[in-house]
């Protein structure tokens, strides 16, 4: 059984970092779609940044030069590495992952537990 599990969220005071981790167990054959999303209070759940085809990296506009997405492939762990943070950055973040696990098997959308950023201005 595949699974996402997340680290890294907590308290922090505008300006500062925070690294997100999400670590992917289980058997994982392929993977895709990889990405990472946030949910206000009140708000829909949003892209935050993206892996897209061609090896591309796709971001939400109010946090590009700020944000940073990375996965390793080894450990299969994705990343997010947030600087410059604001208050406005305040959400839960998840992780997600298109995942097929056996050659015949379908390929599913997996999501992480959510973790909590909160920036304090």
């Known amino acids: 059984q595949v699974q996402l599990v997340e680290s890294g969220g907590g308290l922090v005071q505008a300006g500062g970092s925070l690294r997100l981790s999400c670590a992917a167990s289980g058997t994982i054959l392929t993977f895709n779609g990889v990405g990472w999303y946030r949910q206000a209070p009140g708000k829909q759940r949003e892209l935050v940044a993206a892996?897209?085809?061609?090896?591309?990296?796709n971001y939400t506009e109010s946090v590009k030069g700020r944000f940073t997405i990375s996965r390793d492939n080894a450990k299969n762990t994705l990343y997010l590495q947030m600087n410059s943070l604001k208050p406005e950055d305040t959400a839960v973040y998840y992780c997600s992952e298109r995942i097929q696990s056996r050659p015949s098997a379908t390929v599913n959308q997996y999501w992480g537990q959510g973790t909590q950023v909160t920036v304090s201005s």
């Open positions: 892996f897209i085809s061609g090896g591309r990296i």
